[in-house]
């Protein structure tokens, strides 16, 4: 019990507690918002940051990382930060070279295809190999300087291992599924691999300062219930138990989860955040109380008229009205051509509510 406390207080505090409370499921006087993906693209501003650079270099450089970090605290006045990166860091850690094109977005051009690959990896020491991430959340959390709380995240091993066997964004995700179906004791040595990596990168961004942290399961909607059970949940799983003695709150986000939601609440996450696609009535029947519900606005309504946005808002705010835990989200992250007047607006209306 002497370690939790001596964590907690570790932790510097923050003025705007709405989502480390609704994390814990107690009841907020409006739910907090934040937005996934909300440094990104469709704001000037970042194009403006990432203009002279790349994107890794933008996640490398933890002066640069911060700046946009801040750039939804200072032009939407959100209620929670998440670092600025990709799930993919710490992949790239593990001895795979990363490219992230314009036009292709993120690949490995040496995936991860045979055992001896995945043999091939390696367990990198998260401060030397990914430190300038604990840098990034240090400096935020200086610029923040305790108004809200700095969220941290991690991919899951699955959604990380869908990336390294794929080598590519993927439609169907038929190169990891067929591996699952042809060498699944590969695939499970992979998965242990990196849960192994992210729990330790977890740790890092613990003991740098971030308040919560969100495992981004992206692609385990693509999974059967069955199959989720067997390579995806029990590697989640094994994550929130290694993290559980740090006294941080965790969330877990798969794509297309609506079929999974009674195996992902096992992952014993504090909050479960969902897609548009599954009505919330439904989930607040299934998530049992005290826990968190995130989500779930499709992020389309943002590219609408602001009254079909209104509306789908008050729909949402109706439908988990009373509810204890209540974070509000998309669905999915923000796309790149909603204009910024519109994300503004939403931030509004929820904070009005
Ligand atoms: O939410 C935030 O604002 C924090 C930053 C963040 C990024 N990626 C920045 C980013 C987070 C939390 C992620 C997570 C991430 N990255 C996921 C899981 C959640 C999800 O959205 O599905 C996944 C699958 C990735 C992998 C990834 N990174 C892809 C597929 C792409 C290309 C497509 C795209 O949307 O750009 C990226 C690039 C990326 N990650 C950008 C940003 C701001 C755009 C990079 C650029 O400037 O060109």
């Known amino acids: 019990i002497s370690i939790k406390t001596e964590r907690k207080k570790m ?7 709405l989502f ?33 650079t790349t994107f890794l270099n933008l996640c490398k450089t933890p002066d640069l990382a911060a700046s946009a970090t801040l750039l939804p605290v200072d032009m939407l006045g959100i209620d929670v930060a998440i670092i600025f990166s990709d799930i993919l860091v710490p992949v790239e850690a593990m001895g795979l070279e990363l490219i992230f094109s314009e036009k292709k977005g993120p690949s490995f051009p040496s995936p991860v295809r045979t055992r001896k690959d995945v043999e091939a990896l390696c367990t990198p020491d998260p401060l030397e190999k990914t430190g300038f991430v604990a840098q990034a959340i240090k400096e935020s959390n200086r610029r923040i300087d305790g108004r809200i709380p700095l969220i941290g995240f991690s991919g899951s091993p699955f959604t990380l291992a ?44 613990v003991d740098a300062g971030i308040h919560a942290y969100q495992l981004f399961d992206t692609w385990a909607g693509s999974l059967n219930p069955v199959h989720y059970r067997e390579f995806a949940l029990p590697y989640t799983k094994k994550i929130v138990e290694a993290l559980s003695r740090e006294g941080v709150p965790s969330l877990l986000y798969v794509n297309g989860s609506c079929a999974l939601l009674p195996d992902m609440i096992q992952a014993g996450t504090d909050v ?19 826990k968190g519900i995130q989500g779930n606005l499709d ?31 998309l669905g999915h992250g923000i796309l790149p051509e909603t204009s910024v007047s519109m994300a503004q607006y939403l931030v509004k209306l929820v904070q009005e509510s």
């Open 299 to 329: 992020p389309v309504s943002l590219l609408g008229t602001s009254e079909a946005l209104k509306k789908e808002v008050h729909r949402i705010l109706a439908e988990m009205k009373g509810r204890k835990g209540y974070i509000f989200n």
């Open 162 to 205: 869908t990336y390294m066997v794929e080598g590519e964004i993927s439609k169907d995700f038929s190169r990891v599924k067929k591996m699952m179906f042809q060498d699944p004791d590969t695939l499970h040595l992979l998965l242990e691999r990196a849960t192994k990596t992210v729990i330790d990168y977890l740790k890092m961004q």
């Open 11 to 17: 932790r510097p505090s923050v003025k705007n507690d």
């Open 272 to 290: 479960i955040s969902v897609d548009w696609r599954v009505s919330l009535p439904m989930v607040r029947n299934i998530i049992p109380e005290g």
């Open 20 to 52: 480390l409370k609704a994390c814990r499921g107690e009841a907020t006087s409006r739910p907090p918002i934040w937005i996934m993906r909300q440094a990104g693209r469709y704001m000037p501003e970042y194009q403006a940051l990432r203009k002279n």
